[in-house]
């Protein structure tokens, strides 16, 4: 698996295999395949057409992490039936090979023997391919056993076809997330540069200390995810208010997994700590990326003149930045009265828009200094999301809760008419399609119930003052 990249060096000696191409980067830009984008070559570095077109077309608007994953997952299964199924194409693939592709992967003793979870995952990654393959005519059939999805809404018209594959047998309730207090310490000592005791540890090298902690608060106080976050342009990073505790945006839909636009919620002292990385961090990396003419080199740029109306020309026409989509984001430039600057919110240190890659770097280098420091705390972007889900909706359950207790029916009906459902309410902070799939947080607040209940358990069964063996003495009377 490879991925795009501009301004490759041509060959100097041999055969170039780009001789047919004027201008590989001119081809690229005339395609729209962006850099980053990933691509397969079968083991004897042939290109696949018919194959790598899914990435250009079916998802070309998904972030590229998504693309990512993707693109790993066909890879597996590809290679499987190169290399034990005696190179056979993807495209005459049987249910014979998805059988054996599935012991392989779950129960040969000489496989991975993956989880459940990972399993159900590439299932329904290969199966959407197989759709899509089908649909397009590049494959004889699906080797992936399918059923009619259980639609829960008649009006989206037929349930659509899905993988019957899936084990169910996995963990699907087991959520990973940080509380409050533990993000804090995690925080602070992996991206601060903070020792243990919560003091500055004059050993620290890391840069960006301020920019990384702004953004790692934004992301658990907002639930954004990675390739969500990273997008954000300063378009959408609403301004400080007064008196206000939290201060809302909108998400829009090119730059929502799954198209789910929606609100999002910038609290207070998060939001502060955002502005207070443009006005610093960020405006000296612009500068200096000005002072080298970085901006001027940009392929292709899309530039807003007025950034009262951010809207740039694309394919001659004008479009609302609210409409470009992840790659075409990286390419906006604003026309200040100081030069030219990146509409993107997060820049890396030459004043470029940053990458998701990047930030999980970020996380990646946290995580090995507490580690170090003996912190026993980990977190990735994904566990932030996950935090913000279950603090939020414990936190929204329980005045719920209360207001409910001492109201008659009809009062209820009316309170919950206005206020809604909290679990809704984070559903749709969270851009989740399903009610089903913020249901797993409803599991995690159960076990936090239980755990309490059980640390109320006393240490001591036996009475105090009475010994151990002095009750079995008596037991063995009784029992005589």
């Given at each position: 698996?490879?991925?795009?990249r501009?301004?490759?060096?041509?060959?100097?000696?041999?055969?170039?295999?780009?001789?047919?191409?004027?201008?590989?980067?001119?081809?690229?830009?005339?395609?729209?395949?962006?850099?980053?984008?990933?691509?397969?070559?079968?083991?004897?570095?042939?290109?696949?057409?018919d194959?790598?077109?899914?990435?250009?077309?079916?998802?070309?608007?998904?972030?590229?992490?998504?693309?990512?994953?993707?693109?790993?997952?066909?890879?597996?299964?590809?290679?499987?039936?190169?290399?034990?199924?005696g190179?056979?194409?993807?495209?005459?693939?049987?249910?014979e090979?998805?059988?054996?592709?599935?012991?392989?992967?779950?129960?040969?003793?000489?496989?991975?023997?993956?989880?459940?979870?990972?399993?159900?995952?590439?299932?329904?990654?290969?199966?959407?391919?197989?759709?899509?393959?089908?649909?397009?005519?590049?494959?004889?059939?699906?080797?992936?056993?399918?059923?009619?999805?259980?639609?829960?809404?008649?009006?989206?018209g037929?349930?659509?076809?899905?993988?019957?594959?899936?084990?169910?047998?996995?963990?699907?309730?087991?959520?990973?997330?940080?509380?409050?207090?533990?993000?804090?310490?995690?925080?602070?000592?992996?991206?601060?540069?903070?020792n243990?005791?919560?003091?500055?540890?004059?050993?620290?090298?890391?840069?960006?200390?301020?920019?990384?902690?702004?953004?790692?608060?934004?992301?658990?106080?907002?639930?954004?995810?990675?390739?969500?976050?990273?997008?954000?342009?300063?378009?959408?990073?609403?301004?400080?208010?007064?008196?206000?505790?939290?201060?809302?945006?909108?998400?829009?839909?090119?730059?929502?997994?799954?198209?789910?636009?929606?609100?999002?919620?910038?609290?207070?002292?998060?939001?502060?700590?955002?502005?207070?990385?443009?006005?610093?961090?960020?405006?000296?990396?612009?500068?200096?990326?000005?002072?080298?003419?970085?901006?001027?080199?940009i392929?292709?740029?899309?530039?807003?003149?007025?950034?009262?109306?951010?809207v740039?020309?694309?394919?001659?026409?004008?479009?609302?930045?609210?409409?470009?989509?992840?790659?075409?984001?990286?390419?906006?430039?604003?026309?200040?009265?100081q030069?030219?600057?990146?509409?993107?919110?997060?820049?890396?240190?030459?004043?470029?828009?940053?990458?998701?890659?990047?930030w999980?770097?970020?996380?990646?280098?946290?995580?090995?200094?507490?580690?170090?420091?003996?912190?026993?705390?980990?977190?990735?972007?994904?566990?932030?999301?996950?935090?913000?889900?279950?603090?939020?909706?414990?936190q929204?359950?329980?005045?719920?809760i209360?207001?409910?207790?001492?109201?008659?029916?009809?009062?209820?009906?009316?309170y919950?008419?206005?206020?809604?459902?909290?679990?809704?309410?984070?559903?749709?902070?969270l851009?989740?399609?399903?009610?089903?799939?913020?249901?797993?947080?409803?599991?995690?607040?159960?076990?936090?119930?239980?755990?309490?209940?059980?640390?109320?358990?006393?240490?001591?069964w036996?009475?105090?003052?009475?010994?151990?063996?002095?009750?079995?003495e008596?037991?063995?009377?009784?029992?005589?």
């Amino acid at each position: 698996m490879f991925f795009t990249r501009r301004e490759l060096p041509r060959p100097r000696d041999g055969i170039d295999v780009l001789a047919g191409l004027d201008d590989l980067d001119d081809w690229l830009d005339a395609q729209g395949v962006e850099d980053g984008s990933p691509y397969l070559l079968d083991p004897l570095g042939r290109y696949d057409t018919d194959l790598n077109d899914y990435f250009l077309t079916e998802l070309a608007n998904e972030p590229f992490t998504t693309q990512e994953a993707v693109a790993y997952d066909l890879k597996r299964f590809l290679k499987f039936l190169w290399d034990n199924r005696g190179r056979r194409s993807w495209k005459v693939a049987t249910v014979e090979d998805r059988a054996a592709f599935k012991h392989w992967r779950v129960s040969d003793i000489a496989g991975p023997r993956v989880e459940l979870t990972t399993w159900d995952r590439e299932v329904a990654t290969v199966h959407q391919f197989y759709i899509w393959a089908l649909r397009q005519g590049h494959a004889a059939r699906n080797p992936f056993r399918q059923r009619a999805s259980r639609s829960r809404d008649p009006r989206k018209g037929p349930a659509e076809e899905t993988p019957a594959e899936a084990s169910h047998g996995g963990r699907p309730n087991d959520v990973e997330w940080l509380p409050a207090a533990s993000y804090r310490q995690w925080r602070d000592v992996g991206l601060r540069g903070f020792n243990l005791e919560g003091l500055s540890d004059r050993s620290f090298r890391g840069r960006f200390a301020s920019r990384n902690a702004a953004y790692s608060d934004s992301m658990i106080r907002t639930g954004l995810r990675l390739s969500e976050q990273t997008s954000l342009s300063m378009f959408e990073l609403p301004e400080l208010v007064p008196g206000m505790l939290n201060m809302r945006s909108w998400l829009p839909k090119a730059i929502a997994k799954g198209g789910s636009a929606r609100r999002i919620y910038f609290a207070a002292s998060a939001l502060k700590d955002v502005w207070d990385y443009v006005e610093t961090d960020r405006a000296e990396a612009v500068e200096a990326a000005q002072d080298l003419g970085t901006y001027e080199r940009i392929r292709n740029p899309l530039i807003i003149t007025d950034p009262r109306r951010p809207v740039v020309m694309l394919g001659g026409e004008r479009v609302k930045i609210a409409k470009l989509k992840h790659h075409e984001r990286r390419r906006v430039l604003i026309d200040t009265p100081q030069g030219l600057e990146p509409a993107a919110l997060w820049l890396n240190q030459y004043g470029m828009p940053s990458k998701p890659s990047a930030w999980q770097e970020v996380f990646k280098t946290a995580n090995r200094r507490c580690e170090r420091l003996g912190l026993k705390a980990s977190c990735h972007p994904h566990v932030l999301r996950h935090s913000f889900a279950v603090i939020t909706l414990e936190q929204l359950m329980r005045g719920h809760i209360q207001e409910l207790a001492e109201m008659t029916p009809q009062q209820r009906f009316t309170y919950q008419r206005i206020f809604g459902d909290p679990l809704n309410w984070v559903r749709m902070r969270l851009g989740h399609s399903s009610i089903e799939t913020t249901q797993i947080y409803l599991h995690t607040l159960e076990e936090l119930e239980m755990e309490t209940r059980m640390a109320l358990v006393p240490d001591s069964w036996e009475p105090t003052g009475v010994h151990p063996e002095d009750l079995v003495e008596k037991a063995v009377d009784d029992a005589a």
